[in-house]
């Protein structure tokens, strides 16, 4: 059974930073991607950044240059370092694993920015 933890989510004033992690139960390298979703209130769940089993990322427009996606392969961790947080960064975030043909969430964490 996969199961994905999200922590590090808080209040946060604008331009401030959060470190989000998401602990996986198996090894994240047998994984094909992890990636982080947002899902800002009354929106679907969108992704703003993904990582590969080899180490390559991709990042929506809204996000680039002020968060960066990374992981600890022995802690099985991958985190989002958001820096230069925004308002519209406000949602709850969740961290999504896909191996095998299969797609894994975890419950999500909140991030609220004030302005």
């Known amino acids: 059974q996969v199961q994905l933890v999200e922590s590090g989510g808080g209040l946060v004033q604008a331009g401030g930073s959060l470190r989000l992690s998401c602990t996986a139960s198996i090894r994240i390298s047998s994984s094909l991607f992890i990636a982080w979703y947002q899902q800002a209130p009354g929106k679907q769940r969108e992704s703003v950044a993904t990582i590969t089993n080899v180490g390559s990322t991709n990042y929506a427009d809204s996000v680039k240059g002020r968060f960066t996606i990374s992981r600890d392969s022995a802690k099985n961790v991958v985190y989002l370092q958001m820096n230069g947080l925004k308002a519209e960064d406000t949602g709850v975030y969740y961290c999504?694993?896909?191996?095998?043909?299969?797609?894994?969430w975890g419950q999500g964490t909140q991030v609220t920015v004030s302005s």
């Open positions: 999504k694993l896909r191996i095998s043909l299969r797609d894994y």
